[in-house]
Nanobody
Framework: QVQLVESGGGLVQAGGSLRLSCVIS????????MNWYRQAPGKQRELVAG???????NYADTVKDRFTISRDNAKNTVYLQMSSLKHEDTAVYYC?????????????????WGQGTQVTVSS
């Protein structure tokens, strides 16, 4: 099995910055795509940023030019650098992984979620 553990959330003033981390551990895997989602109270979960194994990125229009997704393969860690934070960025942020996992000698595609980390931006 694969586990995703997020950290780095907290309370920050509008205009401030935070960096979220997502550490991937467990079974042998190959990274296909990593994503950060968020869910605000009363709203649907939405994709914030994505990063393919080839290095291509995509961002929600609401965070473009403010957020940056990146990874450190040596540490099996994905980051979300958030800058110029706004009150409307307040949400629980979730790490999401689309991986190929080695199971019983075969590579099997699977999706995993972290437990989420709260980001609160005070206005």
């Amino acid at each position: 099995q694969v586990q995703l553990v997020e950290s780095g959330g907290g309370l920050v003033q509008a205009g401030g910055s935070l960096r979220l981390s997502c550490v991937i551990s467990g079974s042998m895997f190959r990274n296909n795509r990593m994503n950060w989602y968020r869910q605000a109270p009363g709203k649907q979960r939405e994709l914030v940023a994505g990063l393919t194994s080839g290095g291509a990125t995509n961002y929600a229009d609401t965070v473009k030019d403010r957020f940056t997704i990146s990874r450190d393969n040596a540490k099996n860690t994905v980051y979300l650098q958030m800058s110029s934070l706004k009150h409307e960025d307040t949400a629980v942020y979730y790490c999401n992984a689309n991986l190929n996992v080695l199971q019983y000698g075969r590579w099997v595609g699977a999706e995993y979620w972290g437990q989420g980390t709260q980001v609160t931006v005070s206005s």
